[in-house]
């Protein structure tokens, strides 16, 4: 039976969790706030891909009375979620970070940097040069008897999904490097599995993306460079870990010395 000297550290990590979960919440409605009060302009930002293909006379619609303030509302809970990343990943980092070593903090605190950066890389390609290229694709349909008339809510939805399907294909490097760092997986491993993942990495973007070609090959080629920038990164992270600890490289099998008179 677990004793009251037991409990106590299972509470104190209870409170703890609580707390940063509070102050992550609040720092996400913060966020959403700030946001509300321009979600025109952040909305106009984000309209901007599509409108500077659309005619000059040409504009969005929403069918129901709705629908802007869902619209609006959804503009502000992604930026506020957006602006206030910062302050969940510090509330994380600070949870785990007292229950490791030294060197698993050197390990993890980097890539825990670098995963906004990364995340913001992946959407920003998404917005500066797929959503050019999928809308002039989706547009090129128009004929004078059939004029595009997109729904603000529906033109939200897909480029929230396409943003943030790309921010997450832009974090597999770091997945991977942690695995490798780790000693989890090897280079070799990737190395093996790469047919496997150009081919997973197709269908994940046929099932994520919108049913064209343009963007589904848009997001999977990304996904395979950020497969073979992972394994090159690793390598030098398996060289690095090879020179610290020579004694857990693999050893070669050696012939055997031909015996005199062979």
């Avoid at 869902?70 to 302050?87: I, R």
């Avoid at 797929?130 to 729904?151: G, H, K, N, Q, R």
């Amino acid at each position: 039976m677990m004793g009251p000297n037991d409990t106590a550290p299972l509470l104190a990590h209870l409170t703890e969790l609580r707390n940063r979960l509070i102050i992550s919440v609040v720092a996400i409605i913060i966020g959403f706030g700030l946001c509300w009060g321009f979600s025109e302009e952040i909305f106009s930002f984000l309209m901007r891909p599509l409108k500077q293909l659309l005619g000059p006379n040409d504009k969005m619609i929403y069918t129901g009375l709705h629908e802007a303030f869902f619209t609006y509302l959804k503009v502000s809970a992604f930026g506020g979620f957006v602006l206030a990343l910062p302050v969940v990943l510090g509330q994380l980092w600070g949870f785990v970070a007292p229950g490791l070593y030294e060197s698993e903090k050197k390990t993890f605190l980097p890539f825990l940097m670098m995963t906004p950066a990364l995340f913001f890389l992946g959407a920003a390609m998404a917005y500066t040069f797929v959503f050019p290229m999928a809308f002039t694709y989706f547009l090129s349909f128009s004929t004078p008897d059939i004029a595009a008339m997109p729904s603000i809510s529906e033109y939200l939805s897909l480029i929230m999904t396409l943003m943030l399907a790309f921010g997450l294909v832009f974090e597999m490097p770091i997945a991977l490097l942690l695995l490798i760092k780790t000693g989890a997986v090897s280079t070799r491993t990737l190395i093996d599995k790469r047919k496997y993942n150009i081919v997973l990495s197709f269908v994940v973007a046929g099932v994520i993306t919108p049913p064209d070609p343009i963007s589904q090959i848009m997001l999977a080629v990304p996904m395979c460079l950020m497969y073979e920038i992972a394994i090159f990164l690793g390598r030098g992270i398996e060289r690095k870990r090879a020179q610290e600890n020579p004694s857990e490289t693999p050893t070669q099998e050696t012939t055997p010395a031909p015996e005199a008179g062979e």
